[in-house]
């Protein structure tokens, strides 16, 4: 009796075929990101923020350029951005447009043309990574895009740490105070603390969301590492701001049952002001200011920098001055302020004088105008209030990890400038972009490893 054939295994499914242009795209961008927080170049004049602007920018193009040679693969159509989505995320897109397009008229109407118009080419090219970020080639490589963010800034906050013990110190720097030499590879510390925020937030989502137990275990330590960065870099601008995006990430990720970890995770910074004394003492100061008022020391000086931003917006309220333009127009509208409000706003600080309002939205008006400055808020508002609602609809890790760190980044802009520096501006921008992207859709798609 002849014996019967085994049944052929049906062949395995065709991996479909490896994209060379997308491959060039998501390698630019990962380099863009490591770059945009290690690059420095010692020999050059801005020896930390020039290389690591070069680098964002040149990635930025590259990936541009990688994804329309590809044939736009995975780049919104025309019909999802004029109909899909809900409404805030259609308006967030349209608002941002207007406000690219009110910058540019801005710059041209700006006493100061030369400048303005240069900086409006660059912010343009960091706008291209958020319509990278909502094509499918980011949705593709966002693991190894948030790990070339997470792993540039471990580096930076272990060589804090280090820098902060004595005990490594890569660059001869002249510095006033011991809180200055702990900029690692970003170079400033406010800079370092703000990607650091951003970073643990991203980390704590990770620690929670990841699916495989290494996963988890390797983002708890990262966790820490960062906490320490933050620690001996006495920040608390960055802290505020990884309180913002952990009660975020924590409220969209446990729903009613937040109160817990939320509190927990004030008590954890609580504690870590009160065990490390150069922290504990500068919050002494400013627990000293608010009992006698002094509300400037309470934002560290910056009235006169945000007084003047009010101050230029008053005197050119329709275009303001020009993108760029704050630092050669803040010594003059300082003293305007001062003469208006017969009050003096003198910094005792060694810094007297500010490139950056530090406020991103207060900058907005001042070098741009109030139309301007109003439709830019409010794009950002739209996309925040559209990032939370699709991580509340979803209910999936990435979502709720997009959202906070959006609210991580939206909180630091009210005392600093992130979207200003290429360390923390590519990630929020690439951040924004997948956060609108997924928006759309009420499905949720895989969850991060």
Not at 34 to 55: C, E, N, T, Y
Not at 300 to 324: D, Q
Request: proline fraction near 6%; charged fraction near 15%.
């Amino acid at each position: 009796m002849a014996k019967k054939k085994p049944a052929k295994k049906p062949a395995a499914p065709t991996p479909p075929p490896r994209d060379p242009a997308a491959i060039v795209a998501a390698a630019a961008l990962f380099l863009a990101l490591a770059g945009g927080s290690l690059a420095v170049d010692p020999i050059a004049a801005a020896a930390f923020d020039a290389p690591k602007r070069l680098i964002v920018l040149a990635g930025t193009a590259v990936a541009a350029a990688a994804v329309l040679l590809g044939g736009r693969r995975g780049a919104p159509s025309f019909a999802e951005i004029l109909r899909q989505g809900p409404f805030l995320r259609r308006a967030a897109l349209w608002l941002g447009l207007a406000a690219l397009a009110g910058g540019w008229i801005s710059a041209l109407a700006s006493p100061r043309r030369t400048v303005a118009i240069d900086t409006m080419r660059s912010t343009t090219l960091f706008g291209v990574l958020a319509v990278l970020g909502a094509t499918q080639l980011v949705g593709r490589a966002r693991l190894w895009l948030c790990g070339s963010f997470l792993g540039a800034c471990a580096v930076n906050a272990a060589v804090a740490v280090l820098q902060s013990r004595g005990l490594y110190q890569p660059f001869e720097l002249q510095t006033v105070g011991a809180r200055q030499d702990t900029g690692a590879f970003a170079g400033n510390v406010g800079y370092l603390a703000i990607a650091l925020a951003l970073a643990s937030v991203l980390a704590l989502g990770f620690a929670l969301n990841g699916r495989a137990r290494a996963v988890r275990v390797a983002a708890a330590a990262l966790l820490v590492l960062f906490a320490g960065g933050l620690v001996v870099n006495q920040n608390l601008t960055a802290l505020m701001a990884l309180l913002a995006g952990a009660a975020t990430l924590l409220v969209l990720r446990f729903r009613r049952r937040a109160a817990v970890p939320v509190a927990a995770a004030v008590v954890a910074v609580g504690i870590a002001i009160a065990a490390y004394p150069p922290l504990r003492f500068r919050a002494g100061e400013l627990t000293r200011a608010v009992q006698s008022g002094n509300w400037d020391a309470l934002v560290s000086f910056r009235g006169g920098p945000w007084a003047a931003a009010i101050e230029m917006t008053r005197e050119r309220p329709l275009t303001g001055f020009g993108p760029g333009t704050f630092g050669a127009e803040y010594i003059p509208h300082r003293l305007a302020a001062e003469i208006r409000l017969r009050h003096r706003l003198i910094s005792p600080l060694m810094t007297t004088s500010y490139a950056e309002a530090h406020n991103d939205y207060l900058q907005a008006f001042s070098d741009a105008g109030i139309p301007t400055g109003l439709v830019a808020v409010a794009a950002a508002a739209c996309l925040l209030g559209a990032s939370v609602a699709a991580a509340w609809r979803r209910r999936d890790a990435e979502a709720i990890m997009l959202a906070a760190v959006l609210a991580a980044g939206a909180a630091a802009a009210l005392t600093w400038f992130p979207l200003q520096r290429p360390i923390t501006a590519a990630p929020l921008l690439l951040a924004a972009g997948r956060a609108w992207k997924i928006s759309a859709d009420p499905h949720p798609a895989e969850e991060p490893a």
